[in-house]
């Protein structure tokens, strides 16, 4: 019922900044909230932030400060800023959909971060 399509993952040093987008489609006007979730190796999938259609935001206190998330209700996208990333921000970025309850969820896009 929803397609979630991710891009702009990649290889960054410490320091540097990358801008993850997700874009939508199939029953996208009844998505409420849609966000950011990253899985390292060896541990659980965790939220990044996540958004409202009202545009409210959340954030893992990890990455408050560095990264924001918006969102495009027009164009059915959503984008995660990342600035001042370190090796810990090293994971697989998953963009997430809540549909009436049921999760959805992208293919994922890797973020590597080299020191």
């Known amino acids: 019922q929803v397609r979630l399509v991710e891009s702009g993952g990649g290889l960054v040093q410490v320091g540097g900044s990358l801008r993850l987008s997700c874009a939508a489609s199939g029953s996208i006007f009844r998505i409420n909230t849609m966000g950011w979730y990253r899985q390292a190796p060896g541990k659980q999938r965790e939220l990044v932030a996540d958004?409202?259609?009202?545009?409210?935001?959340n954030y893992a206190s990890a990455v408050k400060g560095r990264f924001t998330i918006s969102r495009d209700n027009a164009r059915n996208t959503v984008e995660l800023q990342m600035n001042s990333l370190s090796s810990e921000d090293t994971a697989v970025y998953y963009c997430?959909?809540?549909?009436?309850?049921?999760?959805?969820w992208g293919q994922g896009t890797q973020v590597t971060v080299s020191s």
């Open positions: 958004i409202t259609s009202g545009g409210s935001t």
């Open positions: 997430n959909a809540l549909l009436l309850g049921t999760h959805y």
